[in-house]
């Protein structure tokens, strides 16, 4: 008897157990609970992680992430407003803002990665579909002065990249919370041409590239012309106030000279007519050189001295 009523506790100590174990739950961080009991939730999520209590064997605990989630949708090629093809590769960051409302719309991760897949491709094809080439491949905040005669000015931009994608997320965004989805942020990743229009491309931005270059060096070469034009009309002034100055010492030098010249007739014309006369046979007398005179000549009169 004993034996039996032993048993029994026993028994009834493990049930307890396990019925004590099953009616709690530890909810970690960045992590989010429903409660359900037979298949239907049962009050609001359970957002704050720690340990929880529940009916043991009667409710069931549904954990889903509370973090933010990466979308990657597949790449795909859609026409523009001007009927060029382009590939677009679209990412987007979204997160579960109501676990109840995604329990029961969606489920799951899995499903709600599909549902994602509709609302922002959807959204992406009508919005391209509704603008320009130019306006895919164009940041928002391209500016003009940014490039001399830019090809902007000729494709006048109305939103840029940034902006559609802005308003993809704005369009989207409207059809996420009835799935208990939060959409946080949609992006372009990547944007390319199809092959035909991608050489098209190419041609045309060598060819604006080529422009800007020719702008450039046109604009550089009429610097180096005004620049040179200035340094020339400084070396003349320069050149013509060194030139003044050089005259007017000469002329200085030239009248202090004839001061002295005078100076020294006064004193002695004889000797100063010797003298100067010594210079003139000096200058004109050289190696091999014969003179003809009259011996009246006033240039013979010291040479006639000099025998």
Known sequence: MNKIVRT??????IVLIFTAANGVYILQEGRQAIITQFGRPVGQPVTEAGLHFKTPFVQEVTFFEKKILIWDGDPNQIPTNDKTFVYLDVTARWRIADALVFLQAVNNEARAQSILDDIIDGTVRDLVNKNDLVEIIRSSDFSPETMV?????????????????TMIHEAASKITPKYGIELVDVMFKRVNY????????????????????????SLGEGQKAEIMGKVKREFQVVMSSANREAEEIKGKADAEAANIYAK????????????KSLESYKTAMGKNTHLIISSDSEFFKYLDTLK
């Not at 029994?8 to 100590?13: E, G, K, N, R, T």
């Open 8 to 13: 029994a506790l026993i028994l009834i100590v």
């Open 149 to 165: 005669n830019s090809a902007i000015e000729e494709e006048k931009l109305r939103y840029g990249r940034d902006v559609i994608s």
């Open 194 to 217: 199809i092959e035909s229009v991608r050489l098209k491309v190419y041609d045309r931005m060598i060819s604006e590239r080529k422009r800007i270059a020719a702008e450039k060096r």
């Open 264 to 275: 020294a007739y006064n004193q002695d014309p004889e000797f100063y007519a010797f003298s």
